[in-house]
């Protein structure tokens, strides 16, 4: 479950600090290798150039209500889920991203991090959650026994524990405001999507010298226009405003001010995310940065799979052109995964996926570090 539009009165500790090194070079980045056409930004998914108009009917992909947005993402990179890449480390290649935040939805203790979890659940996700389950008596003898335990390692432990975890995932969403839209302009999307698609097409026919078989074109066109439906939703994904601040406030105001005491425990002692951290504060500013939200494309494609299937495309493939055999096997195996867009059409009556688009950064989390 995704709550969107967060809106909670919260009391912030934030600290005005100079930008630093990191800001300024990934405000370099939006500069110089952000992909513009026309005024606007365009997506290159596989064979397909999708203008962010089309998309989100804007031109870009910026995430909102973050100042500092990466760079347009160069190919198409698969998300698990719309907030996979939320709370990640990015270091240096978009497709490497290391875990950092994100680690508060595993199931082991990390005392830095849980430090900032507690704090946000205490605060801003109780009382969201003491409305919305004001008249479930689990979920209210649930929030006693947290509220009443003494430490925050007991309340992970608590947390975690199997009868408790639809509530533990209603928090985590809580951080994350997900924003779903529809396309904008679905026609000009479904067009440049089955043109990429055609071009899928074009490109095994060229290679085995079938380019000029009008009547195999126009008969594999023909099932992608008739046979092939494209549909889609956009996608802003982004830390909320209240978490972003126990974030700030603990990563600035405390771990800055700790982080030699934090690195002289010995490397054995540390957990995942101690570890993480300590890396992020040495890092070079060229190659790091949290991503505090993303955008993210949705393509679902649907098939009418009594038609777009090997044997069929092998018997159009026949109608219209003389192969061996063993030729004509491998070219309708190629020919049936080229109906999707990433080339891996196996045979499902419908697909979806989510590609990252852009990732995004805050300026008052991208402050800490060596200054």
């Not at 709370?87 to 900032?116: C, M, T």
């Not at 209603?170 to 067009?191: A, G, H, M, Q, Y």
């Not at 023909?222 to 406030?249: C, F, H, L, P, W």
């Not at 393509?299 to 026949?318: D, E, F, H, Q």
């Amino acid at each position: 479950m995704y709550i969107t539009n967060l809106r909670v009165a919260y009391n912030t500790h934030k600290t005005s600090k100079p930008k630093n090194m990191r800001q300024a070079t990934l405000l370099l980045l939006v500069i110089c290798l952000t992909t513009i056409s026309n005024g606007q930004q365009v997506y290159k998914l596989f064979n397909a150039k999708l203008k962010s108009s089309d998309i989100n009917g804007t031109n870009n992909f910026f995430v909102k209500n973050l100042p500092l947005t990466s760079r347009l993402a160069y190919d198409a990179m698969l998300s698990k889920t719309p907030t996979y890449w939320v709370g990640k480390v990015w270091v240096g290649n978009l497709r490497q991203p290391r875990n950092f935040l994100d680690l508060s939805n595993e199931l082991a203790y990390h005392p830095l991090l849980d430090s900032i979890d507690m704090d946000f659940y205490a605060t801003t996700a109780m009382k969201i959650t003491d409305t919305l389950y004001a008249n479930d008596s689990a979920y209210l003898k649930f929030a006693d026994e947290f509220s009443a335990l003494p430490n925050n390692q007991q309340k992970k432990n608590f947390l975690i524990k199997r009868a408790n975890r639809k509530y533990f995932d209603t928090w985590n969403n809580l951080k994350i405001i997900v924003d779903e839209s529809p396309i904008t302009n679905t026609t000009n999307f479904e067009r440049e999507i089955k043109l990429g698609i055609k071009l899928n097409i074009d490109t095994i026919l060229l290679s085995k010298n079938l380019q000029g078989n009008a009547g195999l074109k126009a008969a594999l066109y023909n099932m992608i226009d008739q046979d092939v439906e494209i549909t889609g939703a956009y996608y802003d994904v982004r830390y909320s405003t209240e978490y972003i601040s126990k974030i700030v406030y603990y990563m600035i105001d405390d771990y800055n001010k700790n982080i030699q005491a934090i690195k002289s425990n010995a490397t054995k002692q540390r957990d995942q995310f101690t570890n993480a951290l300590i890396n992020f504060w040495d890092s070079d500013y060229n190659e790091t940065a949290v991503i505090a939200g993303s955008t993210l494309l949705q393509l679902t494609t649907k098939y009418n799979v009594s038609r777009i299937n090997k044997p069929n495309i092998g018997a159009t493939i026949a109608a219209n052109a003389q192969l061996p055999k063993l030729e004509l096997a491998k070219l309708s195996g190629d020919l049936t995964a080229a109906f999707a867009i990433d080339k891996k059409f196996t045979g499902s009556a419908a697909t979806t996926n989510y590609y990252c688009l852009t990732y995004a950064y805050d300026n008052q989390i991208e402050s800490f570090g060596n200054q």
